[in-house]
T-cell receptor, first 112, second 115 residues
Framework: KQEVTQIPAALSVPEGENLVLNCSFTDSAIYNLQWFRQDPGKGLTSLLLIQSSQREQTSGRLNASLDKSSGRSTLYIAASQPGDSATYLCAVSGNYGQNFVFGPGTRLSALP | GAVVSQHPSWVICKSGTSVKIECRSLDFQATTMFWYRQFPKQSLMLMATSNEGSKATYEQGVEKDKFLINHASLTLSTLTVTSAHPEDSSFYIC???????????FGAGTRLSVL
């Protein structure tokens, strides 16, 4: 059974700092991995999607890497801004996009 | 991009009543839709997978008679919480997967509060 963990559970950084969020999964047979952002009481915003054959994806200040063999992914956020404050969720899917399993999330506070 | 609309966004109901939540794919056909539940300060947990025109597949521990799922068309799935109780209060999120595509697109969620 796939299990996803995220470290740290919470993180506070001053504005302008770079930061790394970590995601680990137990079963390397994934179809893709996705990073989401969730604001309090809101739905999910997809940030980056990495297919199992890819090693990284970039979008603006965000860069996500995937090491499928070791079951790890990192989300790198450059030059954090207060607007980045949210919970970041990592999710992996197996079996052609089915069976999405979410991690518990990292709650980020980017302080002004 | 693909848009999934979820309605209502927030609902308050009395204990014992039933609540229906709709999930619509607005610009694509979704052969498969998924329903997730998120309790406060916890992550999303998959409740059930529904394929258009067939019965939903429920995850272990999810009561299929309590959480009725209907996926009658390629653009609409509904989740009905029957005889809701306060412990059913949660954030419910749906997602939809287009045919032939290994991606899921998520709705904005429905916050259910049962008094």
């Amino acid at each position: 059974k796939q299990e996803v963990t995220q470290i740290p559970a919470a993180l506070s950084v001053p504005e302008g700092e770079n930061l790394v969020l970590n995601c680990s999964f137990t079963d390397s047979a994934i179809y893709n991995l996705q990073w989401f952002r969730q604001d309090p009481g809101k739905g999910l915003t997809s940030l980056l999607l990495i297919q199992s054959s890819q090693r990284e994806q970039t979008s603006g200040r965000l860069n996500a890497s995937l090491d499928k063999s070791s079951g790890r992914s990192t989300l790198y956020i450059a030059a954090s801004q207060p607007g980045d404050s949210a919970t970041y969720l990592c999710a992996v899917s197996g079996n052609y996009g089915q069976n999405f399993v979410f991690g518990p999330g990292t709650r980020l506070s980017a302080l002004p | 991009g693909a848009v999934v609309s979820q309605h209502p966004s927030w609902v308050i109901c009395k204990s014992g009543t039933s609540v229906k939540i709709e999930c619509r794919s607005l610009d694509f056909q979704a052969t498969t839709m998924f329903w997730y539940r998120q309790f406060p300060k916890q992550s999303l947990m998959l409740m059930a997978t529904s394929n258009e025109g067939s019965k939903a597949t429920y995850e272990q521990g999810v009561e299929k008679d309590k959480f009725l799922i209907n996926h009658a068309s390629l653009t609409l799935s509904t989740l009905t919480v029957t005889s809701a109780h306060p412990e059913d209060s949660s954030f419910y999120i749906c997602s939809a997967r287009p045919a032939g595509v290994g991606l899921q697109y998520f709705g904005a969620g429905t916050r259910l509060s049962v008094l």
